[in-house]
């Protein structure tokens, strides 16, 4: 068992939007991300899935609203519900997911990880 530091985990990587996962919990992967710029609209029909910004700002854009998060702040976007995430500048994002989420939800393109790395 060993303590996760945060920061020195999103130093080994640059890749946006390519989750890497840190730990394992009763089925859920903490995952560290990267993002800038939009990604694409998607949902997950069966999982909820937590964004938690450590560093920088996130848009959660929902057909019906968007929600802003600042460093500090998260949300939970239900099952089901489309959103599409948007950093205008470079943000460090914690994710709480099951281990089956795909990070595309029900899409499948170029931004789709079907293997994530553990770092």
Same mark, same amino acid.
Do not use: C
């Given at each position: 068992?060993?303590?996760?530091?945060?920061?020195?985990?999103?130093? /080994?990587?640059?890749?946006? %939007?390519?989750?890497? &996962?840190?730990? +394992? !919990?009763?089925?859920?992967?903490?995952?560290?991300?990267?993002?800038? @710029?939009?990604? &694409? %609209?998607?949902?997950?029909?069966? #999982?909820?899935? /937590?964004?938690?910004?450590?560093?920088?700002?996130? =848009?959660?854009?929902?057909?019906?609203?968007?929600?802003?998060?600042? #460093?500090?702040?998260?949300?939970?976007?239900? $099952? @089901?519900?489309?959103?599409?995430?948007? $950093? +205008? #500048?470079? $943000?460090?994002?914690?994710? !709480? #997911?099951?281990? $089956?989420?795909?990070?595309?939800? =029900?899409?499948?393109?170029?931004?789709?990880? +079907?293997? !994530?790395? %553990?770092?």
């Amino acid at each position: 068992m060993n303590k996760v530091v945060v920061a020195e985990k999103f130093a /080994l990587f640059d890749e946006k %939007w390519s989750p890497k &996962i840190v730990g +394992e !919990l009763n089925g859920q992967y903490v995952k560290l991300v990267k993002v800038q @710029g939009e990604f &694409i %609209w998607h949902q997950h029909e069966q #999982e909820d899935e /937590l964004f938690f910004v450590t560093k920088g700002k996130l =848009d959660i854009h929902l057909r019906d609203q968007r929600v802003s998060l600042e #460093e500090g702040e998260f949300f939970i976007v239900p $099952a @089901g519900v489309e959103h599409k995430p948007v $950093a +205008e #500048e470079e $943000a460090h994002v914690i994710l !709480l #997911e099951p281990v $089956a989420t795909l990070n595309t939800g =029900d899409v499948r393109d170029e931004r789709t990880r +079907e293997h !994530l790395d %553990w770092i």
